[in-house]
């Protein structure tokens, strides 16, 4: 089955960039979606089909997806972004969702 | 004002039965694939199941194929997924979510039901 990584935590002072990465094999082929989500809440989309922002979402979130990667990016980081974030693809090999294991965000 | 709001968690034993339901309001329910994922406590996000608009496909992830059954009723805007043989490691909240469009991201979800499975 089709395997998300995502590396477990990352942690950014304010007002600096954090970078969240999505491994998966030949991920750049498929559209890869951002989910946030903070303690006791529904997760939240934060970009969707590699790059978009759903509307209400600050510029300051960014996506990109090439080759075996895929990658987040918070600019101007602040303390209200800390939160848990989970990549997710559809599989059509085998018909399955797939969510990344998570990265929790610290803001330092 | 888009709103999933699930309903039917609770405590059941192992190898209990138990059957979630999400009413859904605020959007065209019959026109959209729906979902339900999982997250156990302390946990991350697991797909659980998804259902076209017209419940001609359904798909399960593997840990759950054989004992859930998701289904919909488009008169009445409403979600469900029977569980059945349940075991203590599907003991999560269950969130009820909306595909923006088939087969890719979620732009909505509700609130959640927690289900625990314990003796």
């Known amino acids: 089955s089709y395997v998300l990584a995502q590396p477990p935590s990352v942690s950014v002072a304010p007002g600096q960039t954090a970078r969240i990465t999505c491994g998966g094999k030949n991920i750049g082929r498929k559209s890869v979606h951002w989910y946030q989500q903070k303690p006791g809440q529904a997760p939240v989309l934060v970009v969707y089909d590699d790059s978009d922002r759903p509307s209400g979402i600050p510029e300051r979130f960014s996506g990109s997806n090439s080759g075996n990667t895929a990658s987040l990016t918070i600019s101007r980081v602040e303390a209200g972004d800390e939160a848990d974030y989970y990549c997710h693809v559809w599989d059509s090999t085998s018909d399955h969702y797939v969510f990344g294991s998570g990265t929790k965000v610290t803001v330092l | 004002e888009v709103q999933l709001v699930e309903s039917g968690g609770g405590l059941v034993k192992p190898g209990g039965s138990l059957r979630l339901s999400c009413a859904a309001s605020?959007?065209?329910?019959?026109?959209?694939?729906m979902n339900w994922v999982r997250q156990a406590p302390g946990k991350g996000l697991e797909w659980v199941s998804s259902i076209s608009s017209g419940s001609g496909y359904v798909y399960y992830a593997d840990s759950v194929k054989g004992r859930f059954t998701i289904s919909r009723d488009n008169a009445k805007n409403s979600l469900y997924l029977q569980m059945s043989s349940l075991r203590a490691e599907d003991t999560a909240v269950y969130y009820c979510?909306?595909?923006?469009?088939?087969?890719?991201?979620?732009?909505?979800w509700g609130q959640g039901t927690l289900v625990t499975v314990s003796s």
């Open positions: 979510a909306r595909e923006r469009i088939t087969r890719a991201d979620i732009d909505y």
């Open positions: 605020g959007f065209s329910f019959s026109t959209y694939s």
